[in-house]
């Protein structure tokens, strides 16, 4: 049985599927505008977590990530580079696929994108205007009826009783205390260029919030298991998918609505308003690896803030090390022999406790002490020589058990990726980053230095594909 909390309800509550040992997840992606920072991969390796902690309970998954490619800020920064929209979307799109497998998240089954979904959307909002909940305001947009939905604020638990009806917010993000209707679709203005699509209420351009209804429902049905976000999404992106929906449609939305907290630098939280982030090639280029920098994100509760710093990175090297150590050690010992046999004891022991912490609404820093206990007592078995070459290789089917929930012991290897070496993780970073700013004599250059290495890359629609020649 797994427990997970419930921002929804505000409880920890058993997991219940809407099919046996099958989850239907939704999480909401990146707006690309801009690099990913460390926040954002804080959300997204916490998702990583949990899709990897479901398998490892046996079930399947079906995990649909959106790519938010038109909204406000999209468009503003298109029209900032001189460039059409898709143009200035796609190496961004191509630099987060690249840096999510640089930090061992594997993939979500669907990565719909908001600009190949607008017929979904206005079929949408043809519904919320079939059941009385969208109007068109005097501008031509068409906006949300909040009063007219009686579920409104559940999840936010918002105080309605100050709602001035009619009362209205045209931009995408808002504070929940200037919450009204919102926009569905933003008829055309100047600012939009030619970033515009026709809809039986004029030309326009879909609000930000109603690409994840649209979505999320044609991928995984009308309602589904569980919806993620950091917890700045909760209000008003997930408030307003929820009204969306459950207006359109009438029945429950999502089951279980999961949030994690923010990652902070020096007690503040890390975004691109305030200047004070980093992102992945950053740190890469500081000489940290994709590993490191994974194991310092996930290793903190996820509804609990983490307070990012260069001593955790720091720390998160020395432990690695020491699970190196030992796995080597291990290794070496069990030889050619498979795992199959008893687990010694201690083994045993601190598998149960790993799966528990896990199960236990992803008590990660929990499990975290559960794979070091096991570094600890391998390493003292071995060392007073009572491990057997049979029991090593248990020991070791162990390690990877955990690390299928992990991810940072065997690095790269569960997403079906060679490990690549840091000087070559770096080079491939500094790429992207270089193709992103259209600096292709650069990237050819970078492209014969991993050659020089032995290393071969090609570019894909997913992003580079590296492989050792
Ligand atoms: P955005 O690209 O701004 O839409 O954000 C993408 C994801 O990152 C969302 O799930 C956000 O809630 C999450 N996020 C943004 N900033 C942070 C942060 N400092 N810590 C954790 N998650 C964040
Ligand atoms: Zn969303």
């Not at 801009?34 to 998702?47: Q, S, V």
């Not at 298109?78 to 143009?87: C, I």
């Not at 690409?211 to 298991?225: I, P, Q, R, V, W």
């Not at 030889?335 to 687990?343: E, I, V, Y």
Request: aromatic share 10%; charged share 25%; hydrophobic share 40%.
């Amino acid at each position: 049985m797994m427990f997970f909390y419930n921002s929804l309800t505000r409880t920890k509550e058993t997991l219940k599927t809407l099919e046996p040992k099958r989850v239907k997840m939704y999480t909401c992606g990146p707006t690309v505008y801009n690099f990913a920072h460390i926040g954002n991969f804080r959300a997204y390796t916490f998702e990583d977590v949990l899709r990897r902690a479901l398998l490892f309970n046996g079930y399947r998954v079906t995990q649909v990530m959106n790519l938010t490619d038109v909204d406000d800020k999209t468009i503003r920064g298109s029209k900032a580079a001189g460039v059409p929209l898709k143009t200035f979307t796609a190496p961004f799109i191509e630099a987060f696929f690249s840096d999510l497998k640089a930090l061992n998240v594997q993939p979500a089954e669907v990565y719909p994108a908001a600009t190949d979904h607008i017929p979904e959307m206005l079929t949408l909002i043809e519904k919320l205007f079939a059941r009385g909940l969208a109007y068109q305001s005097e501008d031509g947009s068409v906006y949300f009826s909040v009063a007219k939905f009686p579920g409104y604020g559940k999840l936010a638990h918002l105080d309605l009783s100050g709602l001035r009806a009619g009362a209205r917010v045209a931009q995408d993000e808002y504070e929940k205390e200037s919450y009204g209707d919102f926009a569905l679709w933003k008829a055309w203005d100047a600012n939009d260029g030619d970033v515009v699509w026709n809809s039986p209420w004029g030309r326009g351009r879909p609000g930000w919030h109603l690409e994840c209804s649209a979505m999320s429902m044609k991928y995984l049905g009308e309602t589904f298991d569980i919806h993620t976000g950091g917890i700045d999404n909760l209000f008003p992106h997930h408030e307003n998918e929820i009204a969306q929906a459950e207006g359109a449609t009438g029945k429950p939305f999502v089951n279980l609505w999961m949030h994690c907290a923010h990652l902070r630098v020096n007690g503040e939280k890390m975004s691109k308003s305030l200047g004070n982030f980093f992102t992945l090639r950053d740190l890469i280029a500081k000489g940290w690896t994709g590993r490191e920098i994974r194991y310092v994100l996930i290793n903190g509760h996820y509804r609990q803030a983490l307070n990012f710093t260069f001593d955790a990175l720091e720390a998160a090297r020395t432990a690695l090390a020491r699970v190196d150590e030992c796995v080597g050690a291990l290794t070496e010992k069990a030889g050619s022999s498979q795992a199959g046999g008893k687990l010694p004891k201690w083994a045993a022991a601190v598998r149960e406790v790993f799966a528990a912490a896990v199960d236990d609404d992803l008590n990660i820093p929990e499990a975290f002490a559960a794979l070091f206990s096991l570094v600890r007592e391998s390493n003292t078995a071995l060392r007073q020589n009572l491990l057997s070459v049979q029991e090593a290789a248990d020991a070791l089917a162990v390690f990877d058990a955990m690390d299928s929930v992990l991810g940072v012991v065997r690095f790269g290897r569960t997403a079906g990726d060679e490990t690549l070496p840091a000087e070559v993780e770096a080079l491939v970073a500094s790429r992207a980053e270089a193709r992103a700013n259209k600096d292709w004599k650069g990237a050819d250059r970078i492209r014969d230095e991993l050659a020089a290495l032995g290393w071969e890359v090609r570019d894909s629609k997913e992003g580079q594909k590296v492989k050792k020649r």
